[in-house]
């Protein structure tokens, strides 16, 4: 069986063997050299060697504080670029896309590129039919299943922009981003299956887009079968519609600079944030992390388990995988269904080369029990890696050992829904791979450790991290609609220089750099981005709630997990209250959003301006000193917390 990783060296790290530097796409450091030396240059060089234009750029890289643009000029089509071209140049017949469905009694489906070029041509013009034209806003609330591809495929084919919400978003998610980005076309299934039960998305749908909505047109695709209404004239059947499409759709000719999609993530807002990602930078940088970072060659299966709705799902279950013309395997169910081992029989049975996954995967699966992996080969794994949130020493040596049987490298990929691709991970031919610690920036990306006033912090020193130009080309360019809210997120920190990912870090050795988390008040639940405000606001819209506020606790599987503090109005607390705002939380947002904990209080600590005291309850709920208290409006609220909180100090 062949190692990929050596031993590990006196100071805990792994190395790639002999035999991975030999296969691996970059296995030395030359590609870094070359890309710091000029990074415009770089990426310049890299967009035409990856990817297919139609027509050339004039200028490679332009920026006025705090815009930027890459390969401007330039015309392409990102679609053409996942399917068409693959098609051209002989690999038809080769696998796109390997979906699994959760039912074990169901039949694996497999689309190869030339079938999924059939497809996504003709759902295209199903969308034209619909009326949608070139920058038209298509939301996709679609569960794990190939029509979710080929929708984001059609809408990059004709230059209308696509939305995709997570499934799970409740109704009301769903109607705020509809509403948000002015979606005329809503593209849903009837349900699907979650741990051997229906969930009925239609119904999600129909609640979403019920009274005052811009939806003219929704499409249905038959998944799970379930009784669904069907509203006349705004309801299609999707498979009915393409029945009666045309086969042949010309890839329309985009600018670069033409937003590709949407993806709503949460901010330190109550209210989501549109991030726009448009067709050459991140196509570009999608397809070159892709064939860099998990080393794809012909013969790969890779896997990322992320749900299409997060912007994992996109770059590397949707569009970085297929630019690179490589097979990706896609599973509509969970770990867990119908038993815990599904994930690893998936990898034994269709030789699956590539794993990534999320670190609270990973330790909910070390959880279950090493057990579980071990009934199955996986001897098919070459590389394995991780995304979301920082990993602990334990879930890696974990991931390491029983799914990479001490044989894979991990590749830890930091990065952002903003980002749009990894900017910063171990390139398996080159290492080394340090357990917690993310590596080194892609190569052409320029990123710094800094204090608040701009200056760098030198050795082993924590700070804040920060891009600074040129900027990656997938970085995002704006936020739908909230250009104010852009800025300030984004670029004020420093002054419009360097854009601030909202996250600390540190470096080991001086040149591996560890993610600390956030800095902000957005949280990192099972590996899903919640903003504090948002929960708070969900808990306010309760009519007994005076006020509340959301804090982040550490959380053994879900890294961390909300901590509702809640102060009520006449109402006394009961466990019935706590129900009610819990199942607030869960119809307002999702259940991913759910408190762990909702504690009932007098006060929330307060400064004498009446702003909440965040860090003060934060120490509360880690046991952390909380610090001088006499400054406060209402010191004698911390008493009353710790009681409510069981501090130990
Ligand atoms: O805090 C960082 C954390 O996830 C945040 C971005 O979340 P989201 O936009 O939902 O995208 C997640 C998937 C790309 C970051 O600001 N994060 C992401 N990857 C890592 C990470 N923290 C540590 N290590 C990572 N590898």
Request: hydrophobic share 35%.
């Amino acid at each position: 069986m062949k190692k990929w990783v050596t031993d590990k060296d006196s100071k805990g790290y792994y190395w790639p063997s002999e035999e991975a530097k030999s296969y691996a796409w970059v296995k030395d450091e030359k590609i870094y050299e070359e890309a710091a030396k000029d990074p415009i240059a770089f990426w310049d060089k890299k967009a035409r060697e990856g990817i297919s234009w139609f027509k050339p750029w004039k200028k490679t890289y332009l920026w006025k504080p705090p815009y930027y643009k890459w390969f401007i000029g330039g015309k392409l089509n990102v679609c053409y670029n996942c399917v068409d071209r693959h098609v051209e140049s002989g690999k038809g017949k080769k696998p796109a896309i390997i979906w699994i469905p959760e039912p074990m009694n169901e039949e694996k489906k497999v689309l190869t590129f030339e079938e999924l070029h059939k497809e996504v041509q003709k759902f295209a013009n199903v969308l034209k039919e619909l009326g949608v034209k070139k920058g038209d806003r298509v939301t996709i609330y679609l569960p794990m299943i190939p029509e979710a591809q080929i929708a984001m495929l059609a809408c990059a084919r004709i230059g209308a922009i696509h939305s995709v919400v997570f499934s799970a978003f409740s109704p009301e998610s769903l109607r705020a981003r509809i509403d948000d980005a002015k979606s005329k076309v809503l593209i849903t299934s009837d349900g699907y299956y979650r741990r051997g039960k229906i969930v009925e998305l239609k119904k999600n749908a129909d609640e979403a887009v019920s009274g005052k909505s811009p939806i003219k047109k929704v499409i249905v695709v038959k998944r799970a079968g379930n009784q669904v209404e069907m509203k006349k004239k705004r309801d299609f059947w999707w498979h009915e519609l393409m029945a009666k499409a045309k086969e042949k759709c010309a890839p329309a000719k985009l600018d670069s600079e033409q937003p590709l999609f949407i993806l709503y993530t949460s901010g330190t807002t109550g209210k989501p944030k549109g991030v726009i990602h448009v067709n050459g930078g991140y196509i570009v940088m999608a397809y070159w992390t892709s064939k860099y970072v998990f080393d794809l060659h012909d013969e790969d299966i890779f896997w990322c388990t992320a749900d299409i709705g997060w912007v994992t799902g996109h770059t590397y279950n949707c569009y970085g995988i297929l630019a690179t013309g490589s097979t990706l395997l896609f599973y509509e169910g969970t770990p867990d269904f119908p038993d815990k081992d599904r994930w690893w029989k998936i990898v034994e049975e269709n030789k699956v080369t590539i794993f990534y996954t999320a670190p609270t995967a990973i330790r909910m699966c070390a959880q279950w029990g090493s057990e579980w992996p071990a009934k199955h080969d996986l001897s098919s794994l070459r590389l394995l890696g991780t995304v979301g949130e920082p990993i602990d020493q334990q879930a890696w040596s974990w991931y390491f050992e029983n799914i990479g049987g001490s044989r894979c490298p991990i590749v830890d990929t930091w990065w952002q829904t903003e980002t749009g691709a990894t900017l910063i991970t171990t390139l398996p031919g080159v290492g080394p791979f340090i357990p917690t610690v993310a590596g080194r920036t892609f190569p052409g990306v320029t990123a710094d450790i800094v204090d608040a006033e701009k200056n760098s912090v030198s050795g082993d020193m924590g700070g804040y991290l920060v891009l600074k130009s040129p900027f990656p080309p997938s970085l995002l360019r704006g936020l739908w609609k909230a250009e104010k809210k852009y800025i300030e997120t984004y670029w004020l920190s420093y002054d419009k220089e360097f854009y601030s990912t909202n996250d600390g870090a540190r470096r080991v050795d001086n040149k591996y750099i560890r993610i600390t988390g956030r800095v902000d008040d957005v949280m990192n639940v099972s590996g899903h981005r919640i903003s504090t405000a948002e929960i708070e606001n969900a808990i306010a819209s309760h009519k007994n709630v005076a006020e509340c506020a959301v804090v982040s606790q550490p959380h053994p599987i879900k890294g961390e997990a909300p901590f509702a503090f809640v102060v009520l109005k006449e109402a006394q607390p009961s466990e019935q209250l706590k129900n009610e705002l819990f199942e607030t939380v869960r119809v307002k947002i999702g259940p991913i959003a759910k408190p762990e904990v909702i504690a009932f209080a007098d006060a929330l600590p307060k400064t004498r301006s009446g702003k909440i005291m965040r860090r003060m309850l934060r120490a509360l709920v880690t046991n952390q000193p909380i610090g001088d208290t006499t400054t406060l409006l209402n010191p004698e609220s911390i008493e009353q917390l710790k009681k409510v909180v069981g501090y130990k100090g």
